[in-house]
């Protein structure tokens, strides 16, 4: 879930485009004709899932981009080339239609009303399957989704070029993992309560034992939001007991950024925590997974739990913000936080020493077996 700015979680930037006017824009801008259209969720962006008259029916995603993340162009167009980088090495990720003029987006304007705000507009291919969300995961899906953290954050820091790329430098984003200090000033949005007090305590366990050792970290490109909505599967057996999960799409490549290897993991394993019955066993499952593509330092694993913790605190503290901003998509924004507070309080109440022992030893079970 991305923010509508660097150093805000959400400004009042949302595209508010009808589906008629978005009908328009895709005839304008791409030259095809809409058959069908229907709006999909998103955090401060504006997306539609339009179909299009062709010799065979083509579906696509029509992604309208905030207006403040619309004035950093360089940025949308390295977030747009690695998906495009990523889907050239196999990766199950969107590739754009090309606007008339031969481009992957285009900055338009939202109406025709002098000073109207300019958004960064793209057609990107739709992905089909199901988003994890909707479906009870299993061991084997978790450790998929593991190995796909580690694979997609290797390729992109070993192989992905392009002029721009110091663009995903984002030192004051607020999603990055490293800037849950920068909660601090959003923290009022949660009021006076027992859930504020754990946040408080993240953060400032965040900056006592985390950010002294990110130096001793490995740096890479994050992708940065693989969550239960960003990560779409399909699956590939008849056993309604035991299904076999693959994953058919990496979706919103808008949090990418300049991190490290064990940001990813970490992100990876909260948001897989979100929908989980058993939400500490978790962690152990995708562990293994990016382990067996990128064996985590010491160092790496010691933060692990403050990672994840941190990342729960970011979720939570700048969806209450977002959603004062906006509280006609409160529901939106908080999906999140609906079962979110509960696992957070419950890692903190079972104890750091007592949840990273269930993950590694889960972890540690897979080198002696074949998962």
Known sequence: MSSGNDCQPQTLT?????????VELVDRVFGLKVSWIGSLPSYDDQNFHVRVSAAAAEEYVLKITNSEDSQEPDLIEVQTRAMMFLSAEGFPSATPYLTKDGNIMSLESGDTRPGSRKYMVRLLTYLPGTPVAKITTNAQLLYEIGRLAASVDKVLSEKFQHPSVKSLHRDQFIWNLANVPLLDQYIYALGQNKYRAVVEQVIEKFKDKVIPKLSSFRACINHGDLNDHNILVDSSSASLENPQYRVSGILDFSDMSYGYYVFEVAIAIMYMMIES???????????????????????????????????FAQSLVIA???????????????????????????MFEVGQEAV?????????????HTP
Do not use: C
């Open 14 to 22: 949302k595209p508010a485009l009808g589906e008629r006017e978005a």
């Open 356 to 368: 990273e022992k269930a993950w590694f030893e889960t972890a540690q079970a897979y080198t002696q």
């Open 277 to 311: 019955p058993d939400p500490l066993s978790v962690g152990g499952h995708v562990l293994a997974g990016f382990e067996s593509v990128l064996p985590l330092t010491a160092e790496e694993k010691g933060a692990l739990f403050l990672l994840v913790s941190g990342r």
């Open 320 to 346: 209450a913000h977002t959603a004062l901003l906006y509280p006609e998509n409160r529901e939106y924004l908080t999906i999140t936080a609906r079962t979110g507070w509960k696992h957070l309080m419950t």
